[in-house]
Each structure stands twice: as structure tokens, then as C-alpha cells.
Nanobody
């Protein structure tokens, strides 16, 4: 069974940076399309960034373009989200999701809280 475990969340001041990590186990990581989502209180879960299996294609929601960078290290079974120039509106629980390219099954992590506040 695939397990995804996020880490790296916390409290940061506006303009600061955080790097989230999502470590995968129980599956061939290189066959997972990986995504980062976020959900703020009262809001629907929002897709923030996506990365292809090889890491050569990435996509971002407009609100984070130029500030966030998604990357992956298939040798370490880990996907990252580097978040710079953080804003209060980035405050949310951040989740990683992996989708198997063979079965289409989605796997979710438990989430990590990011709070941007002075």
C-alpha cells in the first residue's frame, strides 16, 4: 500500500519561505504523477502544483506562479514544494497526492499545516 507522508509545514512571516516534503513508500515512486493541493478553512481543496513522473513537466495554479516550485527526487522517493514570498492567503493545510500511471488510483498524504502570519 502506498503511503505518503508530508513534512516541513509551520508558521512563517509574510515574505518568508518554506519547503514542504512528501516521502512515498510502498510503491514505485517513479510511476506516480505527483501533485500538491491545499485547503484553507471554508474553502475547497485546490490544486497548487503538478509534476510529471520524470520531473520534466510542471504546472502551477496562477496564484503561486513565480513563487512556488515543485520538484521530485525519484531516487529518494520524495516530492518537494519550495514556497517563497509567502503571503497570508497561502495559509492552508497542504496535501500531496500521487496518482498511479498504471491504475489511475489516487493516494493522499495526511497534510501539513502552513500558516503565514506576522
Amino acid at each position: 500500500q502506498v503511503q505518503l507522508v508530508e513534512s516541513g509545514g509551520g508558521l512563517v512571516q509574510p515574505g518568508g519561505s518554506l519547503r514542504l516534503s512528501c516521502a512515498a513508500s510502498g510503491f514505485r515512486f517513479s510511476s506516480l504523477l505527483m501533485n500538491w493541493y491545499r485547503q484553507a478553512p471554508g474553502n475547497e481543496r485546490e490544486l497548487v502544483a503538478s509534476i510529471s513522473t520524470a520531473g520534466d513537466t510542471t504546472n502551477y495554479v496562477d496564484s503561486v506562479k513565480g513563487r512556488f516550485t515543485i520538484s521530485r527526487d525519484n531516487a529518494k522517493n520524495t516530492v518537494y514544494l519550495q514556497m517563497n514570498s509567502l503571503k497570508p492567503e497561502d495559509t492552508a493545510v497542504y496535501y500531496c497526492k500521487g496518482r498511479s500511471i498504471w491504475t489511475g488510483v489516487d493516494y493522499w498524504g495526511q497534510g501539513t499545516q502552513v500558516t503565514v502570519s506576522s
